[in-house]
């Protein structure tokens, strides 16, 4: 039976498992009637994938949206077909840059900058996934797209071997950034370590393991609320009656000292539980998507 739970589980995800394995591991543990992700995460990297279950799965998007931190290791001398350990090597180069070469690159790749994403990726072409083509053997060619770094950081140097960190914006992809650096400091690199330690309001500190999940005794309880995805969204406090106008999909007009005229992303609450995502306009909150009662 299925069951309406709402939540999210921010799950540490295991090595050599799919995003949509995951969701649908955990999905089918809580009984969920719907479950979804907020970021694909490569099968062989590890980390936060946060889960929405339920109406949690409405604000998917808010979450997606924000700042993810990675923590990466390349290995110097080789590239392969899919940029990180899965693929077969295609290159090779003997120069193991020094660290004060890597340090020196690193602003070139901060900030916006212009990044080709891996041909195993998830991007569609024509309505296939890019990597079902590369897999199936067929040449794919992605166009460049502009990406944003916030932080790129060398945590350790060596000649094998390098381990960084990244703070990002949504759509930056880590294996072609290792790819594009070793590349630019004259050498060939790939990923064989990848964490993702932050999505949007999310941290390693929420994480739980998948061991620990299917262990529990109360897996309800591990689910963070539907509004620890709304964090770093403004929330707009309602009365109950406000409330109720709001969750028919009627605007509502804001009164009292300090009421904001305009904001361009917010959410509505009432009583600290979420009633709708919408926008603050002419002092009017406008419903975008509502939550069920």
């Known amino acids: 039976m299925k069951r309406n739970v709402s939540g999210w589980l921010i799950l540490d995800k295991p090595y050599d498992m799919t995003s949509t394995q995951a969701v649908g591991k955990v999905r089918w543990l809580f009984g969920a009637r719907k479950a979804g992700h907020a970021g694909t995460l490569d099968p062989l990297a590890t980390g936060l994938l946060p889960i929405a279950l339920g109406e ?9 949206d924000g700042q993810k931190v990675y923590r990466f290791t390349i290995r110097w001398g080789e590239e392969t077909t899919t940029d990180d350990a899965e693929g077969e090597v295609s290159a090779r180069s003997s120069y193991r840059p020094d660290a004060a070469a890597v340090m020196a690159m690193l602003p070139a790749f901060t900030g916006e900058i ?8 998830a991007i569609k072409i024509d309505g296939e996934r890019a990597y079902d083509l590369a897999r199936a053997g067929e040449s794919v060619v992605l166009e460049p797209r502009p990406v944003v770094i916030d932080r790129l950081v060398l945590v350790e140097h060596g000649t094998a071997e390098s381990r960084f960190e990244m703070a990002c914006e949504k759509g ?12 630019a400091l004259g050498t ?5 370590a990848l964490h ?5 309001p999310f941290d390693d500190s929420d994480a739980v393991s998948l061991a620990d999940l299917e262990a529990s005794a109360d897996r309800d309880g591990l689910l963070l609320p539907i509004a620890a995805g709304l964090g770093e969204l403004a929330e707009v406090r309602l009365s109950p009656a406000q409330a109720t106008t709001l969750r028919f999909g009627n605007p509502v007009l804001l009164t009292g000292a300090g009421a904001p005229l305009a904001i361009e992303a917010a959410w509505a609450s009432s009583g600290g539980t979420p009633v709708a995502l919408g926008r603050v306009e002419r002092g009017q909150f406008v419903p975008s998507r509502v939550f069920s009662g």
């Not at 294996?175 to 070793?182: E, F, G, H, T, V």
């Not at 060939?188 to 064989?192: K, N």
């Open 188 to 192: 060939c690199g790939h990923v064989v």
């Open 114 to 121: 212009l990044q080709t994403p891996p041909a195993f990726s």
């Open 56 to 64: 949690a799965t409405k604000t998917v998007p808010v979450v997606q």
């Open 172 to 183: 930056t992809y880590v294996r072609a950034l290792a790819r594009d650096l070793a590349r």
């Open 196 to 200: 993702r330690a932050a999505v949007g």
